[in-house]
Each structure stands twice: as C-alpha cells, then as structure tokens.
C-alpha cells in the first residue's frame, strides 16, 4: 500500500535547486549544453548547486550507486536546498534504489523533478515514502535549450513546482518541437517548433485518480523489485522514449507491466507525444493493449521526449475528460505547513 500523500514546500524564485546526475554522465558529455541549463536556471531567479557526481564520468554513469545515491542523500538532507533536479536520464537509476536513506528522504520533503530514467525514482519513492515528486524538465534537454527554454516548459515548471492549490487543466501547447537537439546546436540556434498537432481521443470519457507519469523501459526497471508500484485505479501518463525505441518495444513492455500487474486496471490511459516519425504505430499498439478497457483513453498529450515539457505532479489527484487533463490536487505545501 502507499504511504500517505508527502507534500514538498513549494519552489520559489531564489531558492537553491541541486543539480544532480543520477545515471547517465550528460555534463561530461556535455558540458556547454550543462553549461547552458544552470545559466537558464539562474536566469529564472534559482540558486544552484552541484554534487560530486554531477559533472563526474565512470563508464555509462556519472558514478558508483553508492556515490550517486549518497549525492541524492545529502541533497535532500540539506535544508538550504528547496529543489533537485536531475541533469539527463539514462537507465541506471536503479542501481540507487538500495542505498537511499529513505528516513531522511521522508523527513525533508523536497521537490524533485526530471524525466525518462527518473521515473524509477519517482515511483520507489511514492511507493515508499508517499512523496509527490514532479515528472517534468531536466537541466541538459530541456534547461539547456539554446538561447533560452521554451516558456511552455519554463512556465508550467514554475506554476506546478510553487501550487500549493489545485493547478487546474494541463494547457495545450500550440507547438511541438522535433528536431534533434545535435543539429541546433550545430547551428548555434534553438531548436525549430511546428504547429502542434491536436490531442486525439481512442476512447471517450472520464475518469478520475492519481498521476502516474512513467517511461515506459524505465518503470520495468520497478517490476519484480520491492519498490513495485501499484498503479491501480490511476491515469497513466505513458512516455515513449527516443533514441531508437520502436513500436515493438512499447508492445513488449506493456505486455510485461500489465503481467505483473503494475497498470493492469487503470482509471485512464494517455500516450503522451512521441518522438518518432511512426506515431500511428505506437498509436496502435495502445489501442490493441487498452482494446477490453472500459477507461478513457486519449492519445498526443503534451509531454514525454517531445518539447515543450509540461510538469506532471506524481501521485496527486488528476481528471481525464475528452482531452481535457486537470490536476485536481495541490502538489507542494506552504512553508509554514511544511514538517520541521
């Protein structure tokens, strides 16, 4: 069972944000782009600061998982920092999972926020502390963008990460950005937008429970483990992944998170944007893994690995409605509600 809801005080300009690399090493590989996103971060008036692991280069991680996880630790430990925010995902973060100090973790509520392989974070610590972390923009891809961020992805960060009421409906974005992050930076330029294509609806109605944003590799990571999730009865927010990805993966991974029984009765399904030139494949194998449902579900939400980034609240009250998606619950507290 899920422990209680745990509420993170809400984000507010001038507090300091810990910038962590958790799995993959994108600031070494990276590090004008790395650069970039902490200068953008200050620019929107936050503090940051690093950790040993965060610039560090050990093979396909930035560390060992007990030198990453103790980064993460020490983050949330420290009362001075309001925020963690992860640099870029990757497939790793698991090996964190057994070296948390979950103690600690549940005594200082802090927002946390990334996508992709962070999902494993997300979901193990909900289902062992109850905290409300935030499936949103990372430091490289999204922070990072030339010149400045998309303000969809900065505007949404800033209102969802200081909500200490309901947010209300996740707004459309009026554009989509799909060129790869190598070329603009190329070029010296931000990346290109196009006009959004609409959100579509597979099956209508609507339906009510709790967010649960994933990567749809990553949460199989949880699968089997002690950190298994239990996503019954909630509206599932599926991220496809890029970098090669393809529609057969998604079917084997549904097959396999439906097994084990982690989103076998959902309220709602939602395939958030896909990064690929095949959609309607993907698009396909949700209808044909959804086809005995009785739930809603809708299709091209704002999302995932496509620009700009909404910022998803895990584990807070959400409605599905048409295409309508509304987070109906606060997702921090105040200050002075905050525990001590």
Same mark, same amino acid.
């Given at each position: ?10 984000? /507010?300009? $001038? ?51 007990? @030198? !990453?996880?103790? #980064? ?5 430990? #420290? ?5 963690? &925010? ?16 979950? =103690?600690?973790?549940?005594?200082? %509520?802090? &927002?946390?926020?990334?996508? +992709? ?8 610590? /909900? ?30 960060? !800033? ?9 209300? %409906?996740?707004?459309?974005? /009026?554009?989509? &950005? ?6 603009? @930076? ?30 749809? %590799? +990553?949460?199989?990571?949880?699968? $089997?483990?002690?950190?298994?999730? =239990? ?9 496809? %992944? ?8 998604? =079917? ?11 989103? *076998? =009765? ?17 698009? #396909? ?11 809603? &579900? ?5 999302? $995932?690995?496509? #620009? ?12 599905? *409605?048409?295409?309508?998606? +509304? ?12 525990? +001590?």
């Amino acid at each position: 069972m899920t422990p209680r809801r745990l509420l993170a005080p809400a984000l /507010r300009p $001038g507090d300091t944000i810990a910038v962590l690399t958790l799995s993959s090493p994108g600031p070494a590989q990276y590090p004008e782009v790395y650069a970039r996103g902490i200068r953008n971060l200050k620019a929107l008036g936050y503090w940051t600061v690093t950790a040993p692991t965060t610039l560090g280069c050990s093979g396909w991680t930035s560390g060992t998982p007990e @030198q !990453r996880a103790a #980064d993460l630790n020490a983050a949330f430990a #420290d009362p001075g920092i309001r925020g963690i &925010v992860t640099t870029i995902g990757g497939n790793h973060t698991a090996q964190l999972l057994p070296h948390l100090d979950l =103690d600690t973790i549940a005594a200082n %509520p802090t &927002v946390l926020c990334g996508y +992709s392989d962070t999902t494993v974070l997300h979901h193990a610590l /909900r289902q062992t502390t109850g905290l409300v972390t935030f499936y949103g923009p990372a430091l490289i891809p999204q922070w990072g963008e030339h010149h400045q961020p998309f303000p969809y992805t900065a505007g949404h960060f !800033r209102t969802v990460t200081s909500a200490t009421t309901a947010p209300g %409906p996740v707004p459309p974005s /009026r554009y989509v &950005v799909h060129e790869d992050h190598a070329t603009a @930076q190329a070029a010296q330029r931000p990346r290109l937008a196009r006009p959004a294509p609409p959100r579509r609806v597979l099956r209508p109605g609507q339906a009510r429970g709790p967010l649960a944003p994933f990567c749809l %590799p +990553s949460l199989r990571h949880l699968a $089997g483990t002690p950190w298994q999730p =239990d996503l019954t009865g909630h509206v599932l927010l599926i991220d496809v %992944p890029d970098g090669g990805y393809r529609p057969e993966d998604a =079917d084997a991974d549904l097959t396999h998170l439906h097994q084990t029984g982690i989103t *076998a =009765d959902p309220a709602a399904v939602v395939l958030l944007r896909t990064p690929h030139h095949d959609a309607d494949a993907f698009e #396909d194998v949700l209808a044909h893994h959804t086809r005995t449902g009785h739930y809603p &579900v809708i299709t091209g939400m704002d999302g $995932g690995h496509v #620009d700009p980034l909404p910022t998803y609240p895990v584990g807070v009250a959400a409605t599905v *409605a048409g295409t309508r998606l +509304s987070i109906d619950e606060a997702p921090t507290t105040s200050r002075k509600e905050a525990p +001590s």
